[in-house]
């Protein structure tokens, strides 16, 4: 792991001004909606885990729920709970593959797996939250994945693009 650098922290800060702010755009444009199909929290998090790595992306997702729960009650209780799980894993994931990852294809797919593994923890943390059995976790996590097919696309063309350019500025 690299050493973290003011340099990262503030890269962070800003993906985490971003994460909290494009969900509220994506709602005002879009409506409630627009959140669950384009997966605005998503975006930065991602980011913050292939530029930045995965200590920095797991306090960046922190701080978007965290800042955007108390500034604007969103995500709502008791979602905040199945989100934080899932915004932990894909930074996680994604900042795992902070230094192995080079190329948009390469990108592409570690996005792909970090969404599934995602969804899967999403799924497991609706059991307890919303005291259900295991199959309807899992069910209630990828049943809302057709809705989501637009953010999951804009992720996968959009996030190895901003990746390269991070990777300019030598983060």
């Known amino acids: 792991m690299k050493t973290v650098t003011v340099r990262k922290i503030v890269a962070a800060a800003l993906l985490a001004a971003v994460g909290i ?5 994506f709602h005002r444009i879009g409506g409630q909606a627009a959140g669950a199909m384009f997966l605005p929290m998503h975006l930065p998090v991602l980011l913050a885990g292939f530029t930045l790595g995965a200590p920095l992306a797991l306090a ?10 108390a500034l604007t009650g969103m995500p709502p209780l008791p979602a905040l709970w199945m989100i934080a799980a899932q915004l932990a894993v894909l930074a996680a994931a994604s900042g795992l ?5 080079h190329g948009f294809l ?6 792909v797996i970090a969404q599934i593994a995602g969804l899967l923890v999403y799924g497991l943390a609706a059991v307890p939250v919303l005291h259900l059995k295991l ?6 996590a990828f049943g809302g994945v057709r809705k989501a097919v637009p953010g999951f696309l804009l992720q996968i063309v959009l996030v190895p693009l901003l990746v390269r350019v ?5 983060l």
């Open 21 to 25: 702010i494009l969900p509220q755009v």
């Open 60 to 69: 960046c997702a922190a701080v978007i729920l965290t800042l955007s729960f």
């Open 97 to 101: 593959r902070y230094e192995k990852t």
């Open 106 to 111: 390469r990108v592409s797919v570690s996005i």
């Open 135 to 140: 199959l309807a976790g899992l069910a209630l």
């Open 166 to 170: 991070f990777r300019r500025w030598k």
